[in-house]
C-alpha cells in the first residue's frame, strides 16, 4: 500500500507542476502589461516609475529565467506577493479561505444529504415516484447554478426580505449560496446513487439476504445503502473541482468574501501570483482527494489488495 500511495504522490506532483506551468504560461499570454496591476488603473504614473516597477519584479529578464524563478519559489513554498494587494499570497488567501471552506463544506453536506433522502424515497420504487423524482433531479442539474442564485435573492432576499442578498455575516447568509451551490450536485448524485439502488436490487447477495428473511429496511441499512453510496465516493474528484468551480459563480453572485472572488478580481488585474498560486491550491486540493478516495477504495474493496494491484 506504500508503494501505492508514493505512485499516486509522484503523480500528483507532476499534476501541480503541470497546474503551475499552465498558469504562468496562460497569464503571461495575455495582453497587457504587468506593470498597470501593480499601479492600479488610470494611474498615470511616468514610463520611469513602470520600468522601475518591471525590474524590480524582474519582469525585464526572459521569460525562461522567470519561469524558472517562479517555479523554484513555488518548490520552497513561497507563492510570491500579490500584485493587486502588495501583500504576500500566503497571507491573501489565508484571509479568505474560511469563507470558501464554509460555503464548499455546507454546500457538499446539503447535496449529499439531499441525494441521499431523494434516492431512498423513491429507490427501488417504479412509477409516478420515481418519475418525478427523475424530473426535479434532471432539473436541479439542468439549471446553472448562477440562475438559482439570481431566483432566490428575487424571492427570499428582494421580494420577501427572508434573507441576506449579499456578505458572510452570520448563518442567514450561508443559506441562499449553500442551496444554490448544492441543488445541482445534489441532482447528480441521486441520479447516480438511485440508478445504483436499481441495479443492485436483483444482485445475488440482495436475494440471499430477502430469503434469509431480512425486511426491506434492514436489506437497506445493512447491504444496499453501502453498495450504492459507492458512486459517491468515486465522484468525489468531481465534487470537489464542480465545488470550487461553483464557489467562484456563487460567491460573486451573493457578494461573498472568498477565494472564488479573489480569482476573479485576479484574473481581471493580471496578478499573477494570486492566480498561480489558486491554481495550485485547487489542484493540490484535487489530487489530494482522489489519493484519499484510492486509498478508500482499498479499505472498501479488500479485493483490490488481494488482487495486487495496489503493491
Known amino acids: 500500500m506504500l508503494r501505492f500511495a508514493a505512485r499516486r504522490a509522484l503523480a500528483g506532483v507532476a499534476v501541480l507542476w503541470a497546474a503551475a506551468t499552465l498558469a504562468f504560461a496562460a497569464l503571461h499570454l495575455l495582453p497587457g502589461d504587468v506593470a498597470d496591476a501593480v499601479l492600479g488603473p488610470n494611474s498615470g504614473a511616468p514610463p520611469q516609475v513602470r520600468a522601475q516597477i518591471r525590474q524590480d519584479y524582474g519582469l525585464d529578464d526572459p521569460l525562461p529565467a522567470q519561469y524558472l524563478r517562479h517555479m523554484a519559489a513555488l518548490a520552497t513554498g513561497d507563492l510570491g506577493r500579490s500584485y493587486q494587494f502588495g501583500l504576500p499570497v500566503s497571507r491573501v488567501l489565508a484571509d479568505q479561505v474560511g ?87 445534489a441532482g447528480v448524485l441521486a441520479q447516480v446513487i438511485r440508478q445504483q439502488l436499481h441495479a443492485i436490487g436483483d444482485a445475488p447477495f440482495v436475494l440471499t439476504a430477502r430469503a434469509r428473511g431480512a425486511g426491506e429496511r434492514r436489506l437497506l441499512a445493512r447491504h444496499t445503502l453501502r453498495h450504492a453510496g459507492l458512486p459517491v465516493v ?53 489530487v489530494v482527494v482522489n489519493l484519499l478516495v484510492d486509498l478508500a477504495y482499498l479499505v472498501i474493496d479488500p479485493r483490490l489488495r488481494a488482487s495486487g494491484a495496489v503493491t
Open 99 to 185: 469563507p470558501t471552506a464554509e460555503l464548499a463544506v455546507s454546500a457538499a453536506v446539503l447535496s449529499v444529504g439531499l441525494a441521499f433522502c431523494a434516492a431512498l424515497a423513491t429507490g427501488g420504487r417504479g412509477g409516478a415516484a420515481s418519475a418525478i423524482a427523475g424530473g426535479i433531479g434532471l432539473l436541479a442539474l439542468s439549471v446553472p447554478s448562477y440562475w438559482l442564485g439570481i431566483l432566490g435573492l428575487a424571492v427570499f432576499s428582494f421580494r420577501f426580505g427572508l434573507l441576506p442578498a449579499a456578505g458572510a455575516d452570520g448563518p442567514q447568509a450561508l443559506v441562499l449560496p449553500a442551496i444554490t451551490l448544492a441543488l445541482p450536485l
Open 234 to 286: 468515486t465522484l468525489s474528484g468531481w465534487i470537489t473541482g464542480a465545488l470550487m468551480g461553483g464557489a467562484v459563480l456563487t460567491e460573486t453572485v451573493f457578494a461573498r468574501p472568498g477565494l472564488g472572488r479573489v480569482l476573479v478580481t485576479a484574473v481581471g488585474s493580471r496578478d499573477i501570483p494570486v492566480v498561480s498560486a489558486l491554481m495550485l491550491v485547487s489542484a493540490a486540493a484535487f
